[in-house]
């Protein structure tokens, strides 16, 4: 399931749980800027910063860390 056309470009300030088809075309196209977070197969969360199309990514155990990590609440450096 790929992103809808008028999604491609619509800035998402908010974390977005996308599926993990969404986010490999949110890493690869870059064109949906945003946040967004998926479950992976695997049990960890990942996060994809794509605020300004560099599509950062991180990988966490714990959903609400995710979903900080989004918000910038803390820097992946700072969780020692």
């Known amino acids: 399931m790929s992103l809808r056309e ?3 470009t619509r ?3 908010k974390p977005q749980k996308i599926t993990h ?6 890493i690869d196209t870059r064109k949906l ?17 794509n605020l300004t199309g560099n599509a950062w990514t ?9 979903l900080a990590w989004l918000r910038h609440e803390f820097e992946v450096g700072d969780m020692d």
């Open 6 to 8: 008028g999604e491609k």
């Open 11 to 13: 800035v998402k300030e």
């Open 21 to 26: 088809e969404q986010a490999l075309e949110v």
């Open 33 to 49: 800027l945003g946040l967004f977070y998926f479950a992976a197969p695997t049990g960890v969360w990942i996060g994809i910063d």
């Open 58 to 66: 991180e990988e966490f155990h714990r959903k609400r860390k995710c």
